[in-house]
């Protein structure tokens, strides 16, 4: 599946997908949705996610799961990067 990926404003951790060439203004989204994501600029587009495949920074299975069911997926990503001092 490939899908766009948008950001919400209000809060950079919240993320809204959606299968490539949605248009996110059309979502019919329920009164639940977090009002963090009523507000969102484009981070991703085109990325390809597979069941099969890991993704470091997406559980993508779950992602899938929801645009599969809702038409969109509310989610957040999260990479971590350990440094080390001298």
Do not use: C, W
Request: avoid cysteine; aromatic fraction near 4%; glycine fraction near 6%.
């Amino acid at each position: 599946m490939i899908i766009d990926i948008y950001t919400s404003t209000k809060d950079g951790s919240k993320y809204l997908s959606v299968e490539k060439g949605t248009k996110v203004e059309s979502l019919e989204l329920p009164d639940s949705v977090d009002g963090d994501l009523l507000t969102l600029s484009p981070f991703k587009t085109r990325l390809e996610i597979n069941k099969s495949k890991m993704h470091k920074a997406l559980e993508q299975n779950d992602i899938i799961r929801q645009i599969e069911t809702n038409g969109y997926a509310a989610h957040g990503s999260k990479i971590v990067i350990q440094l080390a001092k001298k």
